[in-house]
């Protein structure tokens, strides 16, 4: 059980474009999601964090007009990285939360890659 | 603030060889640590999640020991399947979200 999945897996844009993210959680229902990103041979990075039906919460330094999420159902939120720029690039993970135990189950992340 | 130090940052192992990493970290008023296990190019994968000092559990050639300032992850017999990284995170009383610690890099070889 507690399986998140990813989509995309790997997407290239080209800078100025938007792409979205999708997260699910497929054998649960999650009324909170993570995002993060992680950069190479470093550690996950807190992005926000997504609660159904509510506003993301955002951490600080984190722009959320450019990292909008949705979290519009309890298997399902959204990352869309408008704008993008080769800055951006990076690998983002979301994790949900299941159960009184607070731990989270992550997703197999979605490679970004701006030119 | 809350706060993860992992060591060392890379340990290399014999297969069969074993050893253990350490987890240092400052919250205020602890409500979980987890282990997870990261592959390359993947998501982190759940190990273990401790609760009050004291606490221990295993899973296969993994154990998980909980004080009051650090966690251990002891590897005992480790193969090279277990080669992976290593990362540490707490949640404090104040919401739900995980602080990272930035991970050990475990390489085993045969």
């Known amino acids: 059980g507690a399986v998140v999945s990813q989509h995309p897996s790997r997407v290239i844009c080209k800078s100025g474009t938007s792409v979205k993210i999708e997260c699910r959680s497929l054998d649960f229902q999650a009324t909170t999601m993570f995002w993060y990103r992680q950069f190479p041979k470093q550690s996950l990075m807190l992005m926000a964090t997504?609660?159904?039906?509510?506003?993301?919460?955002?951490e600080q330094g984190v722009e959320k007009d450019k990292f909008l999420i949705n979290h519009a159902s309890l298997t399902l939120s959204t990352l869309t990285v408008t704008s993008a720029h080769p800055e951006d690039s990076s690998f983002y993970i979301c994790?949900?939360?299941?159960?009184?135990?607070?731990?989270?189950?992550f997703g197999p992340g979605t490679r970004l890659t701006v030119t | 603030e809350d706060q993860v130090t992992q060591s060392p940052e890379a340990l290399r192992l014999q297969e069969g060889e074993s050893s253990s990493l350490n987890c240092s970290y400052t919250v205020s008023g602890l409500r979980g640590l987890f282990w997870y296990r990261q592959d390359p190019g993947k998501g982190p994968e759940f190990l273990f999640t401790?609760?009050?000092a004291g606490e221990e559990k295993e899973k296969e050639r993994l154990k998980a020991t909980l004080t009051k300032k650090e966690s251990f992850l002891h590897i005992t017999a480790p193969k090279p399947e277990d080669s992976a990284t290593y990362l540490c995170a707490v949640q404090g009383e104040y919401g739900n979200k995980l602080v990272f610690g930035a991970g050990t890099i475990l390489r085993v070889k045969s």
């Open positions: 997504s609660n159904e039906g509510s506003k993301a919460t955002y």
């Open positions: 994790s949900a939360g299941q159960g009184r135990d607070y731990e989270q189950y």
């Open positions: 401790l609760y009050s």
